[in-house]
């Protein structure tokens, strides 16, 4: 039996099982083989994420083998690859052929499955979730039949099915290949700045506005804020040196952070004036690269995160509820809340569902308290229809989940349609998604 452990350390399972198929005939056995035995089945990508949503003692799924470029159609703009192929390999990959994905988050770990499975996202007011790139998907059901989902293809026009799977949290069954729209590779200049908090939080709906992709960081019992703006330029990219990329990546985002998180463990009463330091230390810097490099940069410093998706306009005013929540209550806080914005869409389980949103992530370093914190935020945000990332802590639960999500039967509808038995619930999914519906 292996172990399987997640990114952060925090969670781990020794399933019963370990399969690590490579195609959809590979997964239609295992299911069927599970079936036959009774036992349940999670999907698993990269382990990203925070929340148990893959943990199993019984059988796990590894999709990493399903990781090809199967079909590349440049005048329509559409790429099919293997579910698990991870972000990185896929960007390369478009790129060689002169494409990109039009967004990313903030990391390119992740597979391409498991990300769209909990509704991942970057920032820009004009671009959705990943799942909103996928076009269609082919998916192992719970009685490991497979089933082509896209906008037509399950009887009643609307494509209710392809809506739910798009962000079905391995709930519905195994994606093994994704159809994605894709676009014309680009250049980004990335251009990191440290700015008063105040002037950004006033300035963030112009500063939205005005640029392809605009977050911030704002660093708790400081009053600086990292800003990240990244827009497009002509010309060709100019990725830095081997040398210039281990300082910035390395050195100051990996080892400098450490040691001052560790600090920061050790010695609580010296968070806010470690904050105060980090932020101002942070300064200016630009880079100009292929789009994927400039979204994606190295995370290895190990932190536990909640992140929470409310109506665009709330956004500012829960931020800084949470910062003076913080200081109110002395929280041990040594990792910046981060601020980003996505298009609302129509995807069942999106956080966006059916509102454009900014999203409001909190972190803290692993080892240090988190959950009196987390607690403390999602009662505060609650108050704004908050909505949690799915692959990110929350306490919520399926009946609150259920009032937040006005199509939240539907998705019930297609889940007891594709896994009519529990054949892919846990005991996580129990509790934010409820039992399949009879
Ligand atoms: C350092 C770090 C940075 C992050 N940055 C961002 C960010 O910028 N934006 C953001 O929104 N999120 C971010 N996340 C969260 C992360 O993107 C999500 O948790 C994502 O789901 C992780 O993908 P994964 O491949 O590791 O999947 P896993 O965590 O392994 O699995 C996630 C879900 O996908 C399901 N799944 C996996 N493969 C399949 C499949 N083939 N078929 C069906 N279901 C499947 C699993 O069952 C599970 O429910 C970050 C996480 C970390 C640790």
């Not at 994704?178 to 700045?193: C, K, M, P, Q, T």
């Not at 002395?330 to 966006?352: K, Q």
């Not at 909190?362 to 505060?380: K, S, T």
Request: proline share 6%.
């Amino acid at each position: 039996m292996a172990s399987w452990r997640n990114w952060s350390g925090e969670l781990s399972c020794t399933p019963e099982r370990l399969a690590r198929p490579s195609g959809t005939e590979g997964v239609v056995t295992a299911v069927r083989q599970a079936a036959a035995e009774g036992r349940r089945v999670r999907p698993v990508g990269s382990g990203h994420s925070f929340t148990p949503l893959a943990v199993t003692d019984e059988v796990m799924l590894d999709l990493s083998a399903c990781d090809r470029i199967l079909h590349v159609d440049r005048e329509r703009h559409r790429v099919r690859v293997g579910a698990g192929i991870r972000l990185r390999d896929l960007a390369e990959a478009l790129a060689s052929r002169g494409l990109a994905m039009e967004n990313l988050g903030d990391i390119d770990r992740q597979t391409l499955a498991g990300a769209t499975a909990t509704g991942t996202h970057g920032t820009g007011p004009d671009f959705g979730n990943l799942s909103t790139q996928i076009r269609s998907l082919r998916l192992v059901d719970g009685l490991g039949q497979i089933h082509d989902l896209g906008p037509d293809t399950d009887g009643d026009g609307g494509g209710e099915q392809l809506l739910a799977a798009r962000i079905g949290l391995g709930a519905l069954g195994v994606v093994t290949e994704i159809e994605l729209e894709v676009v014309d590779a680009f250049v980004l200049r990335g251009h990191d700045n440290t700015e008063p908090l105040t002037r950004v939080m006033d300035e963030f709906e112009q500063r939205v506005a005005a640029h392809r992709h605009f977050e911030f960081y704002a660093f708790p019992y400081s009053d600086r804020a990292l800003t990240r703006t990244n827009d497009p330029v002509d010309g060709p990219p100019r990725p830095p040196g081997p040398l210039a990329s281990w300082l910035t990546e390395r050195l100051l985002t990996t080892y400098a952070l450490e040691g001052i998180s560790r600090i920061g463990r050790r010695v609580p009463s010296a968070i806010p004036r470690l904050n105060r330091f980090v932020a101002r230390a942070a300064g200016e810097h630009v880079r100009v690269d292929a789009s994927h490099r400039v979204f994606a940069s190295a995370r290895d410093v190990r932190f536990t995160e909640m992140e929470l998706s409310v109506p665009r306009a709330a956004g500012m005013e829960l931020l800084g509820e949470i910062l003076d929540l913080i200081e109110r209550e002395r929280f041990p806080v040594n990792f910046p809340i981060e601020v980003r914005t996505a298009a609302g869409d129509d995807n069942l389980l999106s956080p966006a569902h059916g509102r454009d949103a900014t999203y409001i992530a909190v972190h803290n370093f692993v080892g240090l308290p988190y959950r009196e914190y987390f607690d403390a935020v999602w009662e505060l945000a609650r108050r704004h229809d908050a909505r949690p990332h799915w692959g990110k802590r929350h306490p919520a639960t399926a009946a609150d989940l259920q009032a937040l999500y006005p199509r939240w039967d539907d998705f019930a509808r297609v889940r007891s349609e594709l896994d009519p038995e529990g054949r892919f619930a846990n005991d996580h999914l129990d509790r934010v998604l409820g039992p399949v519906a009879g």
